[in-house]
């Protein structure tokens, strides 16, 4: 049966393709790409003269059906412009598609900026959030961080050079001074790991360039607040006297330093 793959190419240097995937890609019928002028440039490196057709973020609607159609007469390769398809990348509508009519999906793994950026970190890799792109506007970047501020995970976001700036500036708002590692073009020429903490991060990169990849210290664990049986009562209280779930569990919160979400689920188990 004709099989999707799904397969991870190079973040930057070219020479980290991995010879699966590169047989995958010789031994495909199409090469679905997210730009077929970058994935040229790999292909024409590895001497690779397999078809491809464009998949990106604007067209994956309407392509879906023509790839689909594809993958009836023979094996379809998923690409990205770099990294793993799928991560803040297309991909995820024709993997859902595909597996929905029962063809198989395989992954061909390699890089992922996100997972290579935490591991050279220097931050705890054991628990993680990844976030993706930080939203354009200030109030909606500002809503995301806000809803990570209390993880102890250590957070991953990725970011472009014109919004870096506003990026690392909301983070120090909202997250206070943590430690970070900004990762910028890594596996490229001009690869640069910054640790510090995000106010020197912002002083740093005062004419940001290339790609970036953001590794945010989580919360510390050292006053980790708990939900005692106090706490319990007070929500209790509130709660027949009639004050609203979202007034109580904000005040609580501000109060104690607990989360709001398991402030929530304390809240639900007095109905």
């Not at 099989?3 to 930057?12: D, K, N, Q, S």
């Amino acid at each position: 049966m004709p099989t999707l793959y799904v397969v991870a190419t190079p973040i930057g240097n070219l020479e980290d393709i991995s010879l699966r995937a590169l047989r995958t890609l010789r031994e495909v019928k199409l090469i679905a790409a997210e730009d077929t002028r970058r994935t040229k440039r790999l292909l024409v490196t590895y001497d690779i003269k397999t078809p491809m057709t464009s998949y990106h973020e604007r067209n994956k609607w309407t392509k879906l059906g023509y790839i689909l159609g594809c993958l009836e007469e023979g094996d379809v390769a998923l690409v990205s412009n770099a990294g793993t398809p799928g991560i803040a990348d297309p991909g995820y509508e024709l993997i859902v598609a595909a597996s929905q009519r029962g063809i198989p999906v395989v992954p061909i793994p390699g890089p992922s900026v996100a997972i290579m950026a935490l591991v050279v970190s220097g931050l705890p890799t054991e628990k993680f959030v990844y976030i993706g792109f930080l939203p354009h506007k200030a109030s909606g970047r500002r809503r995301l961080l806000e809803s990570v501020a209390d993880e102890y995970g250590t957070i991953v976001v990725l970011e472009t050079p014109h919004r870096l700036q506003a990026a690392l500036n909301d983070m120090l708002l909202v997250l206070g001074d943590r430690k970070i590692a900004v990762c910028r073009e890594l596996t490229k020429v001009h690869e640069e790991v910054f640790r510090g903490r995000i106010s020197q991060a912002i002083e740093h990169f005062t004419k940001p360039r290339g790609e970036f990849t953001l590794i945010v210290e989580g919360r510390s664990g050292k006053d980790k607040p708990r939900l005692t049986e106090d706490i319990e009562r007070q929500l209790h209280r509130m709660r027949q006297s009639g004050v609203t779930a979202k007034e109580a569990i904000a005040g609580v919160s501000r109060e104690t330093g607990l989360s709001k979400k398991e402030l929530y689920r304390a809240w639900l188990k007095l109905l």
